[in-house]
């Protein structure tokens, strides 16, 4: 069987930026098992299967490891493609996956993704997570992933965590988000899943459903202008509505071609 591949550097403007996607359009879901088998082939932080279904784009993600239930980059990847390489003729397409109705919204040369927002919630700051840190933060949060929230920028850039002891941390979560201000930005973070086969996400579309309620209440303001501040970096534009968080991006095609399976 051949599948047609695509890679694309999502939340990037140019090649070798932002957060590399393999997206796989299908005509029919095939075998859980062979989609995790091409995941680990394809060894990024993620793999989006689709298919078109009733006007629908039915979209499921794989970690290397394991599937989840909401990825950001995978999907702002998987519309640039259909956007741009599948003919597709409408301003907004609408997928339907595990976390619900999402919608991508195609605004220029942005894609812009309309996910629901995650409620967070304040918790102690653990001694796991001043030891694998070697820092206490200012705060502490948790929701899909935990959230840890520093006094400085440079807590955030010059971070070289203990992935072990995240490993501990994360239990039933998915991962560690770190985030501070910034003086170029709104605010700055980065991303560790090291449970799910991520030591480092590059960019995490779906971290700033939780980070953007943080920062709405911290900084009494609605609409930002942030940066992932990974190796690989990515700027990412977002804005709260309602219960609603708008989050947008660029996107570039690295590759195209077939799969044997």
Known sequence: MKLDLYQIDAFAKNSFEGN????????????????????????????????????????????????????????????????????????????????????????????????????????????????????????????????????????????NPNLELLKKLELD?????????SKKYDFICRFFAPNFGVDEDPVTGSAFTQLVPYWQKAMKKNKFKAKQVSKRGGEVFCKLEEKRVKIAGYAKKYLYGQIEV
């Open 20 to 159: 590399p996607a393999a997206i796989c359009p299908l005509d029919d879901w095939i075998d859980d098992s062979l989609m995790q088998k091409i995941a680990l082939e394809n060894n990024l932080s993620e793999t989006a299967f689709f298919i078109e279904k009733n006007n629908l784009f039915e979209i499921r993600w794989f970690t290397p490891t394991k599937e989840v239930n909401l990825c950001g980059h995978a999907t702002l990847a998987s519309a640039f493609v259909i956007f741009e390489y599948l003919n597709y003729q409408k301003n907004i397409i609408t997928f339907d996956s595990k976390s619900g109705i999402l919608k991508v919204e195609k605004k220029d040369n942005l894609y812009q993704l309309d996910f629901p927002i995650q409620k967070i919630e304040k918790i102690d700051i653990s001694n796991i997570i001043i030891e694998a840190f070697g820092k206490t933060p200012k705060e502490c949060y948790i929701s899909m992933d935990y959230i840890i929230v520093f006094e400085d920028e440079n807590d955030i850039l010059n971070a």
């Open 173 to 181: 979560h998915r991962g560690i988000i770190i985030t501070s201000t």
